[in-house]
């Protein structure tokens, strides 16, 4: 079975789970996995597409306007892939979808009239990764790493945030890899926030740098930390213990786990380290795939962990934090974000297999 044919059967499978005629998928993120990686956006920001999937028992649609036509056709060759086109006038953009839906009983991955909404199972679906997906998404972390690497190259001191951001957004660009997180922290502001958007602060010592990559649909991240001169010996603690933190989750990402199970792994280190109200100001990270979370780890959550999947995990005390892109695999998992620029801690966690590489502050 090809990958489109192994998701085609299990978006089938869920019209008859719940006795549906069709299935609606408008998310960017749903359209690129059930198309293997092709692009529906044309405002990068946008959580739903300038085109939407429809999937009955008999057939596979693909509504849009005649402006995405021709480059979902031609470039993406969707029609290829066996989708049949629907086609509106761009000054009546849903005037096919809404006559394709009429009278049927409908599934849909947002919020849409009529429709039971299935987003969270779709988002499941999404998170359970594939040979093709796997091996795009090991290039992916490659990319990744390597415009973080190049940006930790060109970095100066004196430069502004906005100057970081957008040398993170070229080495990414010109990878071929879309910056649809791209965030800069530089001195005081990576102690203040934990989304630190860009702004014109210019950097003194110290930057943390947070990329969220997306390539053919997937989406990779990574944190990495420059200091100018030798780092503090608070903030090397912080850094530290994030680091210890960050591969208290990483080994304990092993299948047949669950996200609440490894998130009360963290919780326990971050209290063993001395920061036990930490987790509290930022979410921990979970499972990734087609969204730089398909599914936030929460105390309670019960989604299992399997072999094949990737997580993304980022624990962070005021002024540090760790983010890699793992690969979770039957014996081992595997870092697809490695950056051999930066120092590494190999940090053993009792009671699990192996070690886990943890990157550090850079010193320039």
Request: hydrophobic share 40%; net charge negative.
């Amino acid at each position: 079975m090809t990958e489109l044919e192994a998701k085609l059967t299990a978006l089938r499978l869920l019209l008859d789970q719940y006795y549906t005629d069709a299935l609606l998928l408008r998310r960017v993120s749903s359209f690129a996995w059930a198309t293997c990686g092709a692009a529906a956006y044309v405002n990068t920001a946008a959580t739903e597409g300038a085109a939407a999937l429809v999937i009955t028992r008999e057939k596979c649609y693909l509504a849009t306007n005649a402006i995405e036509a021709p480059r979902l056709r031609d470039e993406e060759r969707l029609a290829e892939q066996g989708w049949e086109f629907v086609i509106s006038p761009w000054e009546t953009p849903q005037q096919g979808l809404n006559d394709l839906l009429a009278g049927r009983s409908l599934l849909s991955d947002v919020p849409f009239p009529g429709a039971q909404e299935v987003g969270a199972v779709i988002a499941r679906l999404r998170a359970h990764l594939g040979p093709e997906e796997v091996g795009r998404f090991r290039e992916l972390g490659s990319l990744c790493a390597e415009a973080m690497s190049a940006v930790a190259q060109g970095i100066r001191p004196g430069m502004s945030e906005y100057h970081l951001a957008a040398l993170l957004g070229f080495e990414s660009q010109q990878r071929g890899v879309q910056p649809i997180v791209n965030l800069v922290a530089t001195d005081e502001r990576a102690y203040q926030y934990r989304h630190p958007l860009p702004t014109g602060k210019e950097l003194d010592k110290y930057a943390m740098l947070v990329l969220c990559g997306r390539r053919q649909g997937l989406v990779c991240s990574i944190t990495r930390l420059v200091h100018f001169g030798a780092v503090p010996s608070d903030l090397r603690q912080r850094i530290a213990a994030t680091a210890q933190v960050n591969a208290t989750l990483v080994a304990h990402s092993r299948p047949g786990r669950n996200l609440g199970e490894v998130f009360s792994h963290g919780q326990q280190a971050y209290a063993r380290l001395g920061f036990a109200e930490e987790w509290r100001r930022h979410h921990q990270g979970g499972t990734a795939g087609y969204e730089p979370r398909e599914q936030l780890a929460t105390p309670s959550s019960t989604e299992v962990i399997a072999a094949g999947q990737a997580l993304a995990w980022n624990p962070s005390i005021a002024g540090a934090k760790t983010e890699d892109t793992v690969l979770v695999g039957m014996q081992s998992n595997e870092i697809l974000t490695p950056t051999p620029l930066w120092p590494l801690e190999k940090i053993e966690i009792p009671g699990q297999p192996g070690e886990v590489h943890c990157a550090l502050a850079l010193e320039l």
